[in-house]
């Protein structure tokens, strides 16, 4: 599933949300205690680099990161099984929005919750990065 795709929304329904607070410090704690190897293991190469060409680089990782959380939290699992981080990629359409793609075990639990879109905003604070979540589904 792409969120890269234009969907008719008016014949969807929401059926979840979720919601994530990501503290920009607890992030940068991981990038400087495991540097690379935190970032390959939760963020893809086109998450990395919109971080990276952004001066708020901390920022934007840190709402990627609620994204992916708040992705999971509306399909009520967490991070379990063989879910890679990897496996939620979040970023923007040519007008800035977010846009989520899913794939591997994410986009199976996706395909058996019958989701046929998922909505995603991400804003910040002085220290925080918050993310909601929806999911749709066809209507009946």
């Given at each position: 599933m792409t969120g890269?795709?234009?969907r008719d929304t008016k014949k969807m329904e929401i059926i979840a949300n979720g919601i994530d607070l990501v503290d920009f410090p607890r992030i940068e704690e991981m990038v400087k205690r495991h540097g690379?190897?935190?970032?390959?293991?939760?963020?893809?190469?086109?998450?990395q680099a919109y971080a990276e060409a952004n001066k708020n680089r901390m920022e934007k990782l840190a709402g990627r990161f609620a994204a992916k959380e708040a992705v999971l939290k509306l399909m009520g699992t967490g991070w379990r099984g063989k879910?890679?981080?990897?496996?939620?990629?979040?970023?923007?359409?040519?007008a800035g929005q977010p846009q989520v793609t899913l794939s591997g075990e994410v986009e199976k639990?996706?395909?058996?919750?019958?989701?046929?879109?998922?909505?995603?905003?991400?804003?910040h604070t002085a220290n925080f990065a918050i993310a909601s979540a929806v999911a749709l589904v066809e209507k009946s």
């Open positions: 890269h795709e234009r690379e190897r935190f970032l390959n293991r939760v963020f893809t190469a086109a998450e879910i890679a981080w990897t496996d939620i990629e979040i970023v923007n359409n040519p639990l996706a395909d058996k919750l019958a989701i046929k879109h998922i909505s995603v905003s991400i804003t």
